[in-house]
T-cell receptor, first 113, second 111 residues
């Protein structure tokens, strides 16, 4: 696609439920990143994909968080047993492996109630 | 020490003023540098890359000082529409492109 697409744009879920967030990067971008941003805070790195592999998942805050990427394209971030502190905007970005800037999606605003 | 450090501000400047932000980085292997702009409740968007020789885009000038490990962004003739948070981004290229974002510097241009 022309840009990075994320869905859903907003998600309200009850504490304890699982959620799946989707990112569809720009076609041809092999690098994909997930970040989250709490209100008024900076970007918190979660995980990086190069193709389908994740050389750096050091930012995942707990084992309730997991992510996968298939076909070198779409990525899904899954949060199990959501907690209120998971409430944030989850941003996905993609880039060409050989450099250049990143393009961000418009994010998924997750609210855990 | 954080990998990328920025003064969070806010910087409150009058319209027409010139304002400069610095960003320091700790990894000497850093190779690519960018400035991103983030408007309130929006995603970050690339403002400009930063090249070794320095580069200019209209009212914006970016510079890199490898010896002192910092990059800067200069905004001339500030407009109200420049009000945003400016994020410094550093990437270590190679087999694994580790990317680090600064916390951002908030700029408020006032009439």
């Amino acid at each position: 696609g022309a840009g990075v697409s994320q869905s859903p744009s907003n998600k309200v879920t009850e504490k304890g439920k699982d959620v799946e967030l989707r990112c569809d990067p720009i076609s041809g971008h092999t690098a994909l990143y997930w970040y989250r941003q709490s209100l008024g805070q900076g970007l918190e790195f979660l995980i990086y994909f190069q193709g389908n592999s994740a050389p750096d998942k050091s930012g995942l805050p707990s084992d309730r968080f997991s992510a996968e990427r298939t076909g070198g394209s779409v990525s899904t971030l899954t949060i199990q047993r959501t907690q209120q502190e998971d409430s944030a905007v989850y941003l996905c970005a993609s880039s060409l492996a050989q450099g250049g800037g990143y393009t961000f999606g418009s994010g998924t605003r997750l609210t855990v109630v | 020490r954080k990998e990328v450090e920025q003064d969070p501000g806010p910087f409150n400047v009058p319209e027409g003023a010139t304002v400069a932000f610095n960003c320091t980085y700790s990894n000497s292997a850093s190779q690519s540098f960018f400035w991103y702009r983030q408007d309130c409740r929006k995603e970050p968007k690339l403002l400009m890359s930063v090249y070794s020789s320095g580069n200019e885009d209209g009212r914006f000038t970016a510079q890199l000082n490898r010896a002192s490990q910092y990059i800067s962004l200069l905004i001339r003739d500030s407009k109200l529409s420049d009000s945003a948070t400016y994020l410094c981004v550093v990437r270590v290229s190679g087999g694994y492109q580790k990317v680090t974002f600064g916390i951002g510097t908030k700029l408020q241009v006032i009439p």
